[in-house]
Nanobody
Framework: QVQLVESGGGSVQAGGSLRLSCAAS????????MAWYRQPPGKQRELVAT???????NYADSVKGQFTISRENAKNTVYLQMNSLKPADTAVYYC?????????WGQGTQVTVSS
């Protein structure tokens, strides 16, 4: 059973930064891709950013130039650097990993941005 453990969430004022971490219980190079999703209050979960096993990245239009996804294979960890945060970025952020057989979710970490 794969476990994904997110950390780094919290409360920040608008304009601030946070870095989320997702630590996997398996070597992350075994996943076809990993991703960050978020679920704002009262809304559906949405894709924020993806990173493939080869290191290619992709972002939702709403976070391009603001968020950066990266990976550190030696630590089996994927990061989401979030800059210039806005109240609209308030959400529970989830880590996701896919190995072409199964998809795995973390438990989520709350990010709250106040104006």
């Amino acid at each position: 059973q794969v476990q994904l453990v997110e950390s780094g969430g919290g409360s920040v004022q608008a304009g601030g930064s946070l870095r989320l971490s997702c630590a996997a219980s398996r070597i992350i190079s075994s996943f076809n891709f990993m991703a960050w999703y978020r679920q704002p209050p009262g809304k559906q979960r949405e894709l924020v950013a993806t990173i493939t096993s080869g290191g290619s990245t992709n972002y939702a239009d709403s976070v391009k130039g603001q968020f950066t996804i990266s990976r550190e294979n030696a630590k089996n960890t994927v990061y989401l650097q979030m800059n210039s945060l806005k109240p609209a970025d308030t959400a529970v952020y989830y880590c996701y990993a896919n190995d072409l057989t199964y998809g795995y979710w973390g438990q989520g970490t709350q990010v709250t941005v106040s104006s």
